[in-house]
């Protein structure tokens, strides 16, 4: 490259300085979370989402490319080589990842969520930091960006300018978790009822019954894993459920009907089912006592309850149940909510960060020609221009000349780079 060309690479870099950012994404805040499966590239396994990635930077002549999938979230993050207007791609470049959304063809715009240029970094911090999640504050998101970094750059899918990008994002991200308290208090209701239950100071031999075997009992599952609980017993209407569930647990399985004859005992008894009437009732309650006198601790999260009141007024029992969990989780929301704002402070200021260091690596690149051609200068001079008048020197002489001229090397070379640094400063 020439000075000239330089000059104007370095002009047109910091006009258009982020604008070929992008980002194309489907979240929790326009599409039901049952849907948001079908925006997933439809061959998951890493040839499929290589080869998918790949086929898609052919066509929307996209230089790099990021791809990060979740349950609340799916988010395409590239750098073009043009300035392409993604308004214009993003339906063609969905119809691309999943063949199942060729059917929503008008409706899809709906669900797509476009950030160009400067917007697009910063939604990419915001979504680091958790305030774009749906459970403000869950540090999980940024565990999951930051695999999928990894994931697109081991697969060759992204360079430099997402590598800049996600650095600054991965340091916004580390700064807003240690210097605020977003992700401070618990907002789980399974969380914080495993809280509670832990206040009760339970034995780990306890023996656990669970009731039911869907998703917020498999994350109960995990919580009692956590904390080291060994006895579990699960039942559950489809048995099939609870068999895996049980495995999971190391624990035995049995279908709902069976609680009417289980003679096992218990100390905890958790239960959280879709049904909308009492699972356990008095008889079901006396049946799994089993005459036992000790204080039990019921955990019942289901909407509506899952356990007779009856129950709950008649036995000696601690009762943890979803209500009041509910209360304590807004609250924590609302006390994660207040520190949104220190948070935007820190996007800020990490964002113009992420613009000079941006522009200091285009002008970097656009004088990366400059120390090769110091160096030939050099060569030429000590082969050629002055080799006649360097062979009449001795060796001593011929050494001084050398390591000047080395010297000079490096700090010639080191001008155009303070001078790149001065400009972005
Ligand atoms: N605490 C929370 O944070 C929280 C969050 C979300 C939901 N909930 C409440 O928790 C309950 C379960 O939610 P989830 O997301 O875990 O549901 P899920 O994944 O759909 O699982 C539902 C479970 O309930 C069982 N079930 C459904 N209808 C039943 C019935 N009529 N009789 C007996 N068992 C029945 C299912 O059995 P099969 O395997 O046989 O289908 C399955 O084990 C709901 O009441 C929901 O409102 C609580």
Known sequence: MTIRKAARFIFVARRFMLDKYNILTVTHRQTNL????????????????????ESIKSKFNISELMYLATCNRVMFFYYQNDLIDPEQISTDFFHLVN?????????????????????????LFEVASSIDSMVLGEREIF????????????????????RIAMQVAV???????????????????????????????????????????????????????????????????????????????????YS?????????GFDILFVCTGATTSIIKEKEYKQLLQ?????????????????????IDSNDLHYIEVSSLKQLA??????????ISKVKVILEKERHEFKQLFKRREIERSLSFIPQEIKAIKEKALSEVFAKDLATLDDKTLSLINEMMTYMEKKCVAVPMKTAKKLTD
């Open 171 to 253: 340091k916004a991200g580390k700064q807003v978790y240690d210097a605020t308290k977003i992700g401070e208090k618990p907002v789980s209701i399974v969380s914080l009822a495993f809280k509670e239950l832990m206040n009760l100071n339970p034995k780990k031999t306890s023996r656990v019954l669970i009731i039911g075997a869907g998703q917020t009992n498999q994350l109960a599952a995990k919580f009692f894993k956590k904390y080291q609980f060994t006895n579990f017993t699960v039942f559950n209407r489809t048995e099939s459920k609870a068999k895996s569930l049980a495995t999971m647990l190391d624990g035995d399985k």
């Open 330 to 339: 807004k609250e924590n929301m609302s006390f994660r909510e207040k520190e």
């Open 99 to 123: 063949n199942k959304l060729a059917s929503l063809n008008g409706s899809l715009s709906k669900h797509v969520e476009i950030y160009k240029g400067e917007k697009a970094i910063e939604h």
């Open 291 to 311: 005459d036992d006198k000790d204080k039990k601790i019921v955990i019942d999260l289901a909407i509506p309850g899952n356990v007779d009141q009856a129950v």
């Open 256 to 264: 709902l009907e069976e609680l009417n004859s289980y003679k096992g």
């Open 34 to 53: 049952k849907e948001i499966g079908n925006f997933f590239i439809e061959d998951n396994s890493v040839k499929g989402i290589v080869t998918l990635a």
């Open 143 to 162: 565990r999951q960006l930051r695999e999928a970094y990894k994931f697109s750059n081991t697969n060759g899918l992204c360079g430099d300018k997402i």
